[in-house]
């Protein structure tokens, strides 16, 4: 057995436990071990813990604890020439604003948490059952669950209503599957049935497996009265489970809150940050050591001026009694600190913070992404990680609910060689059929299913003139299955399948005139063209992977005997009677069109059989069933000797249906080169339909590779088999780049370097496989071979293995990765990824609840990338470039005139036009770029999904592009200081009077340095809008309103301490000379970056120039008109995808299974809403209101 380490609150190991051991009805033996109450958290802080955790999550950002560190520095007068306010106000206003969105989103995760553990169930205590809460429920006791309830905690099952101690539960909690699974207890336990008396006195005692994450194993044993029993994953209930079609049930409670294998699954919270926030991380350390050396540069400057120069001034300005000058130096280093703290302002988080959350706004009221449906619009429920949206270079997927509607429709059929289900126009073009189609009218059978559409009226015409084929075609399909009828009113039918297409098969039949009524362990009950018939149930020759098919053997009321067979069309076709080979060769024909068609196909056919035969064979039967010792091998030989030389009736086509948009979106987002992934709970060969009817795998591909072995040798050896054929000169092992990131390079990164490959292959590997291909010493070989492939599907994967391949991309492949589901066993997927998305679908809320993004259909997921995201990260890396550009001008200003003012540590600018550079007069123009700018339109977004390129290549802002603004803020701030330094040396006015004072002279320097950096953001900006004039012009009409208001005269006689500046603005402005520098400074400034752009625009046109010049040369693209799909045949068919347990075929007929006396319905089902908004939709799982289930 495994053994786990749980942990405290505080982090304190609790000792291992090995196994699990309790008592049922006996709490204080199950508290001797300590094991965890069945209360959940997900929740991050609590009122104690939330501000020292918050803070201590927030100084990790590298800035933050900057400011902290400038906040301390200016608290020491010696050093400070600036009030400590300056700096305490801002950054308490950005702790404050970023502590209360953090406690919001973990007061709603409260929220959550309070809500699941105080639903109430029903709790043995005492020899009386008593309603209790959730968190309130212990390992050892006995609950009572009812039909339509959630699971409470991962039960040992003890009893039921339901015959044979069975019960039926939904899993698409945990693996996404909408078929019903069946439990059974043990018969020990189950003959105590709801008699509370012998309840309350049960004391047995189980011994099992420690908790763990594996959702289809369990291990441990029951000991009764001195008897052990075996346990396995039959007699469980796992929590996330909901039970259905059973009146009660009584489970005994194993696992608790965190220790249940949902929430084992359900991973955990983590602080996500965007590559942006890494790099800027790197760049502020940078930026540090830049700013250190500057402050160095200015010290040692300042120590040898006062060594060489200082001492003539100190007649006018004497020292400080004490202060030498290596201690003179030492504070003026940390003055410099100060005075060019700028580099990295506390404006730019600011800034960053208010341009994510205006983005997110942008999702939230994006009317394109609502779905009036269900009236649910997208959310951004985080305000962090807008811009990682426009980088993602890997989705991973789930199948049931996202890609699909988990409907199953009955579309098209083939009888006797002749094909329904198209309609075709009088020259014999095919027809597109669509909503305004005209529809069959089945007002003619009373017991058809209203929600059933069919299009094809030749269909419902040749059954009423009684084709001989399409009656027994139909007649096949109401007999050849193991659905579950219930009947509450006369004429109203309900079925109860545990595949979906078993139901949509059989409702087919019903609508055309072959009604499945009732069946008994004997006989079964149809309706044929109104007429009643009862059939002798004589076999069930029941399903299993092997096999792929399913045959009954009945007799009808006039004494023949018939055996009717349904199955995938290979195995079919192999036992058919050679007279059948050009019907089949027809009837293949047909089944490549629905393969084409991504249709799910289904061959049936019959054969009729003789008495004397039959009596012999069921003799044998009997014997075989009944043996001890090889009884598989004899009924499969028995199968085999009576199912053959059939007679071919025809083909069945059921489409999976998927969500609207689907293959129009995977279409665009692999050609934004973003490579999809999808990791499903599903079986094997329907992730394989949904591959294909997504065009994610396509008859075009040179190979779909299948790797299903059972051993690691096995999945190895397959890999390299396909990696070989792929990529035969490929070196046998990976090329490994090795390398250093993150905050002081302190984290090790390990790439695996794409290889290319010639053509396009799929993989698909099962959940055993993975569990192999994921250990240390095969995932290297797993991650290789399947980056060569274009396709890569994981079926039957557990929820911990879709969050380790998610994460053995994100750890080798260095890339952004997102994850889309709607169930909870996608919550793990979700939190794993860079971007968790959750879908507002039909299994709950739990992804929601843990994703960073949430919607209603997988199609708007490309409008959120190719759209919002790409803008979203466009907008930050132009303010992000924008801003370090006008900060590393406006500070390096300080840096030249540091040489003609003694290192002494004064500034350029006056001090009003320091305080209100970054808050007021380049604040708002910037936050207009970083809000509302776009290089196109979102029409051509669309249009071009090679746009997305740029921001999975980290193009638009990176080191490069750091170092590129350094540069070029160098020059700038040369030109910003010595041409008005030039211009003003020695230069007096028209009447020969001096105009070169300190005061102009940071007036002027200022003026042009505002001027050139408005022109740059003019430049830098594509989209105009009202806001960007308002903001660019109003910031320039601010700054010249508050220069001349300060510098008058009012101001002065006012507080003449404060504003002594008088007349400067006034008299410099008068001067022809300071217009003059302000051109000349702007003309050399901008001059050399429009030449750059210009001549790169020319010579290496990017992507978006092409498409930039596009869209101003045409009008804007018309919206794509709506296409049929293309037919398509193709030779690679979908077999039914039987979905039911081997054996149900025996439980069906057993006699215990359908009780004669009289009790409530065996299978209970409330009519959905939301399948009387979807006709023709067979669904299996029924909707119920919150309040039913809780």
Not at 536 to 561: Q, T, Y
Not at 589 to 601: I, K, M, P, S, V
Not at 906 to 933: C, E, K, R
Not at 1055 to 1072: C, D, E, H, K, M
């Amino acid at each position: 057995m495994g053994s786990v380490v749980s942990r405290s609150l505080f982090g304190r190991a609790k000792q291992q436990e090995e196994e699990r051991l309790l008592r049922a009805n006996d709490r204080p033996y199950s508290l001797s071990f300590h094991y965890a109450n069945n209360a959940i958290k997900t929740s991050k802080y609590n009122i104690v813990t939330f501000l020292p955790l918050n803070l201590f999550e927030q100084f990790t950002r590298l800035a933050n604890a900057y400011f902290l560190f400038l906040l301390i520095l200016q608290l020491i007068p010696q050093i400070s020439s600036v009030p400590w306010f300056t700096t305490a106000v801002p950054l308490i206003g950005v702790l404050g604003i970023t502590a209360v969105k953090d406690a919001n989103d973990d007061i709603n995760r409260h929220k959550c948490d309070k809500q699941v553990n105080n639903r109430k169930v029903n709790v043995l205590v005492n020899g009386h059952l008593k309603k209790e809460k959730w968190m309130d429920v212990q390992v050892g006791d006995i609950v009572k669950l009812e039909s339509n309830h959630f699971v409470t905690a991962d039960l040992l099952l003890l009893s039921s209503s339901e015959p044979l101690n069975l019960v039926y539960v939904e899993t698409a909690e945990l693996d996404g599957e909408t078929n019903l699974k069946v439990k059974q207890a043990l018969t020990v336990t189950g003959e105590m049935g709801d008699n509370i008396e012998a309840l309350s006195s049960f004391r047995g005692e189980v011994r099992c497996e420690p908790p763990n994450n594996r959702l289809d194993k369990f291990k441990g044993n029951l000991t009764v009265n001195g008897q052990t029993y075996g346990l396995d994953n039959d007699k469980v209930l796992l929590r996330g489970c909901t039970l259905r079609n059973t009146e009660w049930c009584f489970g005994l409670v194993i696992f608790g809150g965190p220790d249940t294998k949902l929430m084992q699954n359900s991973g955990r919270s983590t602080f996500k940050r965007t590559s942006v926030d890494h790099l800027m991380n790197v760049l502020v350390l940078c930026i540090f050591g830049i700013l250190a050396t500057l402050c160095s540069i200015m010290a040692i400057g300042h120590s040898l001026w006062e060594d060489k120069e200082g001492s003539v001034f100190t007649v006018f300005l004497p020292r400080v009694p004490g202060v030498d000058v290596p201690l003179s130096s030492f504070y003026n280093f940390w003055s410099y600190v100060i005075v060019l703290n700028t580099l990295v302002p506390i404006s730019l988080y600011v800034s960053v913070e208010m341009i994510r959350l205006g983005n997110s706004f942008f999702i939230d009221w994006d009317r394109k992404m609502y779905y009036p449906k269900n009236d649910t619009p997208a959310q951004a429920r985080t305000t962090t990680l807008n811009e990682e949206l426009g980088q993602i270079k890997y989705i991973f997927s789930d199948k049931t609910g996202t890609l699909t509607q988990n409907i199953m429709t009955f579309n098209k059929c083939s009888i006797n060689g002749k094909n329904y289900g198209e309609l075709f126009d009088f020259s014999g073009q095919r027809l597109e059929i669509t909503e305004k189609t005209q529809k069959v009218d089945f007002s003619w059978n009373q017991l058809a299913d209203p929600n059933f559409i069919f299009h094809d009226y030749s269909l419902l015409e040749t059954v009423k003139e009684g084709n001989p084929e399409a009656r027994a075609f139909f007649r096949l399909l109401a007999l050849c299955h193991t659905v579950m009828p219930e009947e509450k009113k006369e004429g109203e039918l309900n079925y109860q399948a545990q595949s979906p297409d078993e139901g949509a098969l059989v409702t087919a039949a019903r609508n055309f005139g072959f009604v499945f009524r009732s069946r008994t362990p004997e006989t079964i009950t149809t309706m044929e063209m109104g007429r009643r018939v009862t059939y002798e149930l004589l076999a069930v020759l029941d399903f299993n992977n092997v096999r792929k098919r399913m045959s009954v053997i009945v007799r009808s009321p006039e004494g023949k005997m018939s055996l009717y067979c349904k199955g995938a069309d290979t195995i079919i076709y192999e036992r058919l009677h050679p007279s059948c080979n050009k019907l089949m060769e027809v009837t293949t024909g047909h089944l490549n069109e629905y393969a084409g068609d991504g249709l799910r196909t289904l061959v049936l056919a019959y054969k009729d059989l003789e008495e004397s035969y039959m009596e012999g064979w069921r003799q044998r039967h009997h014997e075989a069933s009944t043996a001890m010792e090889g009884r598989e091998e004899r009924l499969d030989e028995l199968y085999e000797e009576i199912e053959k030389d059939m007679i071919l009736l025809g083909a069945t086509a059921v489409e999976d249906k998927l969500q609207d948009g689907v293959p129009q979106t995977i279409e665009q987002l692999a050609k934004a080169d973003i490579k999809i992934w999808v990791l499903t709970g599903d079986k094997q060969e329907t992730a394989e339909n949904i591959g294909y009817s997504c065009n994610m795998l396509r008859e075009e591909m040179k190979d779909v590779f299948i790797v299903a072995a059972n051993t690691a040798e096995g999945v190895k050896e397959e890999l390299q088999n396909a990696r070989r054929k792929m990529c035969p000169e490929a070196a046998e092992e990976p090329s490994v780049m090795e390398a250093r990131a993150g905050l002081f390079w302190l984290q090790k990164t390990k790439t695996v370097q794409d290889e290319d490959v010639d053509g396009d292959y799929g993989l698909v590997i099962n959940g055993h496989s993975l569990a192999f291909a994921l250990e240390k010493d095969l995932e290297l070989e797993l991650l290789r071979t399947a980056c060569m492939c274009q396709t890569v599907i994981c079926c039957r994967v557990t929820p911990l293995q879709k969050a380790q391949v998610v994460q053995l991309v994100k750890k080798y492949k260095q890339a952004v990765t997102l994850a889309i589901g709607d169930g909870a066993n996608d919550v793990s997927m979700i939190k794993a990824a860079h971007i968790g998305v959750g879908i507002s679908g039909q299994e709950g809320m739990q992804a929601v609840l843990s994703s960073d993004f949430s919607f209603a259909q997988f199609r708007y997921l490309q409008r959120l990338l190719l759209v919002h995201g790409r803008w979203s990260y466009l907008r930050m890396c132009k303010f992000l470039r924008y801003f370090f550009y006008k900060n590393f001008t406006y500070t390096l200003v300080h840096f030249w005139y540091a040489f003609f003012c003694g290192f002494s540590a004064q500034t350029v600018y006056d001090d009003w036009f320091i305080t209100l550079y970054n808050t007021v007069y380049t604040a708002t123009p910037v936050l207009a770029l970083g809000l509302f700018d776009q290089d196109v339109s979102d029409s051509w977004s669309f249009r071009y999904p090679q746009l997305y390129s740029p921001g999975q290549l980290n193009m638009y802002f990176n080191k490069k592009a750091f170092v590129t603004c350094i540069i070029i803020s160098c020059y700038n701030s040369l030109v910003l200081f010595f041409i008005p330094w030039a211009s003003m040396h020695d230069t007096v006015r028209h009447d020969g009077k001096d105009i070169t004072d300190y005061q102009s002279f940071a007036l002027l320097a200022q003026t042009c340095l505002l001027v050139v950096v408005s022109i740059q953001i003019c430049l830098d900006t594509y989209y105009w809008t009202a806001m960007n004039q308002l903001f660019v012009w109003g910031s320039m009409a601010a700054y010249f309103a508050v220069t001349f208001t300060m510098y008058s005269n009012g101001m002065f006689l006012f507080l003449p301490s404060v504003f002594p500046l008088i007349g400067t603005a006034r008299n410099s402005v008068s001067q022809p000379n300071m217009w003059l520098t302000i051109f000349l400074t702007s003309i050399l400034c901008v001059l050399p970056v429009l030449a750059h752009r210009f001549i790169y625009m020319q010579i290496r046109p990017s992507v978006t120039d092409k498409v930039k010049y596009k869209a101003v040369m045409e009008e804007l693209p018309a919206p794509a008109p709506h296409r049929p799909r293309p037919r398509r045949i193709s030779t690679r068919r979908s077999g039914y995808a039987f979905s039911h347990s081997q054996g149900y075929g025996e439980l069906v007929t057993s006699r215990r299974f359908l009780r004669l006396k009289s009790r409530p319905a065996l299978f209970i089902k409330t009519d959905s809403p939301l399948v009387e908004n979807q006709p023709q939709h067979y669904r299996t799982i029924t909707e119920e209101s919150e309040e039913i289930q809780s």
